[in-house]
């Protein structure tokens, strides 16, 4: 297996970073995950989704069966995958795939795919949504009850887009801060 996947930084916000076996499993399924659809045994497997067993997650994972199905239940419980076991195995999908692990997502609205010669000229225009600070994101926490609600990947990349369409839409268009 070979290729990569993105984990932005604000995943260390995320409720289940301190659940060693949660954060454990999330990442094997994402590593796992296919990064296109695939065909396997006459089933379609989504982009976003492996074909499964527990017993297979768990030994991937390193968890015992008992800590899968716990971590399964919990990831399951805030809506960041989906699984459907059936007989034969379990289809496992990671909600928000796409939003985790396409190019397109990230936060500076450049693709990567721009060549190298434009690498220098992306790189050094302004953009204050291009690395974010600790500053920003503990600006961007939710606050219910006077505390820190959970805050999930999808929800800092969420906040974040929005911020970007914001400023394009206060700056006529142009990407630089005024």
């Known amino acids: 297996m070979n290729g990569f996947v ?5 995943i260390l916000d995320w409720e289940w970073w301190d659940d060693i076996n949660t954060f454990r499993l999330f990442m094997t399924i994402l590593l796992l995950a296919n990064w296109k659809e695939k065909k396997w045994h006459g089933k379609v497997i989504p982009r976003g989704s492996l074909w499964t067993s527990l017993p297979s997650l768990a030994q991937k994972s390193g968890l015992s ?10 990831l399951k419980s805030t809506g960041e995958i989906t699984d459907e076991p059936t007989g034969e195995g379990r289809l496992v999908t990671v909600v928000n795939y796409g939003l985790y692990q396409d190019i397109d997502n990230l936060p500076t609205g450049k693709s990567t795919d721009d060549s190298t010669d434009n690498q220098q000229a992306i790189n050094t225009q302004p953009n204050r949504r291009a690395t974010p600070t600790e500053e920003y994101i503990r600006n ?9 609600a959970p805050f999930s990947p999808t929800d800092f990349i969420q906040e974040l887009m929005e911020g970007e369409e914001d400023d394009m839409e206060g700056s006529g ?4 801060p005024a």
């Open 140 to 148: 961007k926490k939710y606050k219910k009850g006077g505390r820190e």
């Open 6 to 10: 993105k984990i932005h930084r604000g």
């Open 173 to 176: 268009g142009n990407n630089r």
């Open 65 to 74: 069966v008992q800590q899968t199905r716990t971590a399964l239940a919990k």
